[in-house]
Nanobody, 128 residues
């Protein structure tokens, strides 16, 4: 069955870095758009970054551009999110997501309604 397992969350100080990892199984990884979402308490789940399945394009929400980088390793069926210059407002549960449908524009790539596969999430807390 489809499984997405996140790891790498934890506590970081403002200005620090964390690297999230997501191990995928049960589906053809190379055919899927893979993305990261996050959800803070009392807020809706929001798209953070997407690695498109089509031409390798990436999409980011504006607030993380220049600080976060999404990458994928098809040989290992893993997707990563490198987070730098972390801010307290980055605090959230981070979810890995996958979908077989192409994501050619940012509005689709970062929409939580466009994904069929979800992990359980990993907590990221940015605080002193």
């Amino acid at each position: 069955q489809v499984q997405l397992v996140e790891s790498g969350g934890g506590l970081a100080q403002p200005g620090g870095s964390l690297r999230l990892s997501c191990a995928a199984s049960g589906f053809t990884f190379s055919n899927c758009a893979m993305s990261w979402f996050r959800q803070a308490p009392g807020r809706e789940r929001e798209g953070v970054a997407c690695s498109s399945r089509t031409d390798g394009s990436t999409y980011y929400r504006n607030s993380v551009k220049g600080r976060f980088t999404i990458s994928r390793n098809s040989a290992e069926n893993r997707v990563y999110l490198q987070m730098t210059s972390l801010k307290p407002e980055d605090t959230a549960v981070y979810y890995c997501a996958g979908d077989r449908r192409p994501k050619g524009v940012a509005t689709l790539a970062l929409s939580r309604y466009e994904y069929d596969y979800w992990g359980q999430g990993t907590q990221v807390t940015v605080s002193y």
